[in-house]
């Protein structure tokens, strides 16, 4: 059982970063992809990033890509999401998440067998 805690979310202006940090307990991500998921309000959970454990590059939303890092350190059992030139349209939960999907389905949050309890991020303009 891998439970997964997240931190880092809070307030920042339009042009701003944020890192956010997910830590494993329990068990550890060895063998997972960890994956950074957001729920903007009243929408539905989309996928931000992901990267495997085998740390080949990771994987981005088109939305976030060129502006948002996914970085994993397993030895620390942690994975994160560096986020510059935040934009007000990144308001949103973020979630992380850890499964075993093929590379065809990692964007899909179906395949995600564990989940943090999500931060808040929120961008004013």
């Known amino acids: 059982q891998v439970q997964l805690v997240e931190s880092g979310g809070g307030l920042v202006q339009t042009g701003g970063s944020l890192r956010l940090s997910c830590v494993a307990s329990g068990s550890t991500f060895r063998g997972y992809t960890a994956a950074w998921f957001r729920q903007p309000p009243g929408k539905g959970r989309e996928f931000v990033a992901a990267?495997?454990?085998?740390?080949?590059?990771?994987y981005y939303a088109d939305s976030v890509k060129g502006r948002f890092t996914f970085s994993r350190d397993n030895a620390k059992n942690t994975v994160y999401l560096q986020m510059n030139s935040l934009k007000p349209e990144d308001t949103a939960v973020y979630y992380c998440?850890?499964?075993?999907?093929?590379?065809?389905?990692?964007?899909?949050?179906?395949?995600?067998?564990?989940w943090g309890q999500g931060t808040q991020v929120t961008v004013s303009s």
């Open positions: 998440a850890a499964g075993t999907p093929i590379t065809s389905t990692l964007r899909s949050h179906s395949v995600y067998a564990y």
């Open positions: 990267g495997k454990w085998a740390n080949s590059n990771p």
